[in-house]
């Protein structure tokens, strides 16, 4: 339809850039959002010139309620049908730890607040809001992005290097993964009678070029396929969970991490 929109949270982020992929590649148009400006640009700039047709994009604070109403009123004749969100905080590994990978009991107050807000809360507001289009339309497609370490814990040895356990992944970060699966669940639950379904995508580690080589490598251990996963290979779940063929599959959590979780 001319006015029906896929809209991607985070949508200047490097995964935000695949599934973007995914969802032109099914002939649908595409509005991104996102914070950052610079790599939202960049991201609209390289789609529209593989794909040769436009990428709205505009500027969302996932975490202020505002800010994403005032965009709901400035795109009032646009049909929201498929909402990916995907917009997070996350610390990656590089060549250096930072000092955000802290053991639960240095973490404040304060920054547990920013990461549940970040990770979790701003799902909450998103889905809340165009939840609110999608019912008046009696129809609507949600798909949370969360992770692995939503149905596993951290192993916190492979950030370390081999050395005494002093770097951690941050509790918010696993606390909000585990928790957008349950939001995703009583989503699908709660709205089924407006014909909304809801699920999420729970990726494993995926390669990219700045990893450290002992990340790399211990990461690669911990999954019988022993290697990281291909960007491009989280395509296909969009394209699924997008599609009308499966409109019979709701509320589930679709884990892709190589079968880490397995063992």
């Known amino acids: 339809m001319k006015n029906n929109y ?3 949270t985070g949508g200047g982020g490097f995964l935000a850039y695949y599934f973007a992929e ?3 590649e099914e002939r649908k148009n595409l509005y991104l959002v996102d914070i950052n400006r610079v790599n939202l640009k960049k991201n609209k700039n390289k789609l ?4 040769n047709t436009e990428v709205k994009t505009d500027f969302v604070d996932v975490t202020n309620l505002d800010s994403i109403k005032k965009f709901i009123k400035k795109n009032r004749n646009i049909f ?7 917009a997070s905080k996350d610390f990656k590994v590089g060549k250096k ?15 547990w607040n920013q990461g549940i807000d970040s990770n979790l809360t701003s799902y909450f507001l998103v889905s809340k809001e165009f939840g609110k289009i999608m019912k008046k339309n009696n129809y609507g497609n949600i798909i949370n992005i969360s992770s692995e370490l939503s149905v596993i814990a951290p192993d916190h040895r492979i950030y370390n290097n081999g050395k005494k356990i002093k770097y951690y992944k941050p509790v918010t970060y696993s606390v909000c993964k585990h928790g957008i699966v349950g939001l995703t669940k009583y989503i699908a639950s709660s ?5 909304i379904r809801c699920n999420s995508i729970s990726p494993g580690s995926v390669y990219h070029k700045n990893h450290n080589k ?9 999954i019988p396929l022993s290697r990281l ?7 296909d779940s969009i394209k699924f969970l997008i599609s009308k063929n499966n409109s019979f599959y709701t509320g589930q959590n679709m884990v892709i991490d190589g079968g880490r979780s397995i063992i």
């Open 214 to 222: 002992f990340f790399l490598k211990e990461v690669s251990k911990r």
């Open 97 to 111: 730890i930072g000092s955000n990978f802290k053991d639960l009991s240095d973490i404040t107050l304060k920054e």
């Open 6 to 8: 896929t809209i991607i």
């Open 229 to 235: 996963a291909n960007p491009k290979e989280l395509k």
């Open 80 to 86: 929201f049908d498929n909402l990916i969100n995907n």
């Open 48 to 51: 529209e010139k593989v794909f």
């Open 22 to 24: 995914a969802i032109l």
């Open 191 to 195: 709205w089924s009678n407006h014909n």
